[in-house]
Structure formats: C-alpha cells, structure tokens
C-alpha cells in the first residue's frame, strides 16, 4: 500500500473503481475470520463478482475503513459505492431476499 495516498482517499478509490468490494479480514479463497468467511459465502452463493480488501495487511487500512464508514466492525461490504453493512446485516439480508433483490436491482445477478 502506498503510504503517500491518504487510507481514505485509498478505500474511496477502490469503492469507486468496484461494484462490489469486501473489505475483509483475509482474502475470499482464505477468510481469517468466521464473520468474513460468512460474508464471503454469501457473496459466492449468489454468484457476486467482487473483490476482497484484506485489512489484516495494513493497520491503516483496518482502522481507516472503520472511520470511513462509521461502522465498528469488518467485514464490511460496499455495493457501487453505497455502504451495505457487516457480516449480521449481510445474514438478515441474504435469509430475507433483500440482498438478492438488491443485487439484481443493481445489475449484478441475473
């Protein structure tokens, strides 16, 4: 990561560059924690393409997309650019159909 990019300047490119971004502690094919891998789940079930920010990589980062977002927890999962929420949110949503809605609202499921 480069350190002259500001961590927030840095999240909102990615988010911005992304339709569908996890930032995630590990990486979608190795999850370091359970919420994470719950996340990640989801997402592939449903056939989600996106990509996973591992925050475990940078303290900056880890901390950075907690402010960014205002939200205390991570995983955290942005949908073109709107902040959708953590692993329980992701849960409620996927059980409830509302995520899937959302994604094909979106453009990305079918």
């Known amino acids: 990561m480069s350190t002259d990019i500001p961590i927030h300047d840095f999240i909102g490119q990615t988010i911005a560059a992304n339709a569908v971004v996890l930032f995630m502690k590990g990486v979608p094919d190795q999850p370091r924690c359970g919420f994470s891998a719950l996340v990640v789940q989801v997402l592939d079930h449903m056939g989600v393409d996106y990509i996973g920010v591992d925050v475990l990589q940078d303290q900056d980062l880890r901390e950075g997309v907690k402010t960014f977002s205002d939200w205390p927890t991570i995983p955290q999962l942005y949908v073109k650019g709107e902040f959708i929420g953590g692993a ?21 499921i079918t």
């Open 88 to 108: 329980d949110i992701i849960k409620e949503m996927f059980q409830s159909g509302e995520l899937k809605t959302h994604m094909a609202e979106q453009g990305l």
